[in-house]
């Protein structure tokens, strides 16, 4: 199970950090990765990041202005958002992937477990 929170209305060029705890299995050996979805668009790859925390991988949209990490002791991954954008707006999920490698992060369809989302909100 993975339970995202984190999320807010903040203004442009502000910051969040999102979390998603994750209880039930083996966290620390899961690829685990953040989707975004808007309103009326389509679910995209947002960040990624390997069991071990040595690889990850980031959408064009948000390199340099969103890192990714994660604490295996605590169950929980992060997303530190910074520089937020009003097209940074939609719901944030975490997802979780047993066994899957890097290489397939940003393949949704893969990943087993998801949380509910949190949504994050960027006025300008």
């Known amino acids: 199970q993975l339970q995202a929170c984190g999320g807010g209305l903040v203004q442009a060029g502000g910051s969040l950090r999102l979390s998603c705890v994750a209880s039930?299995?083996?966290?620390?050996?899961?690829?685990m990765v953040w989707f975004r979805q808007a309103p009326g668009k389509a679910r995209e790859f947002v960040t990624g990041i390997s069991w071990s925390g040595g690889s990850t991988s980031y959408a064009d949209s948000v390199k340099g202005r969103f890192t990714i990490s994660r604490d295996n002791t605590k169950n929980t991954l992060y997303l530190q958002m910074n520089s937020l954008r009003p097209e940074d707006t939609a719901v944030y999920y975490c997802?979780?992937?047993?066994?899957?490698?890097?290489?397939?992060?940003?393949?949704?369809?893969?990943?087993?477990?998801w949380g509910q989302g949190t949504q994050v909100t960027v006025s300008s």
């Open positions: 997802a979780a992937g047993p066994g899957v490698g890097m290489i397939f992060a940003r393949d949704a369809g893969r990943l087993n477990y």
């Open positions: 039930g299995g083996t966290f620390s050996t899961f690829l």
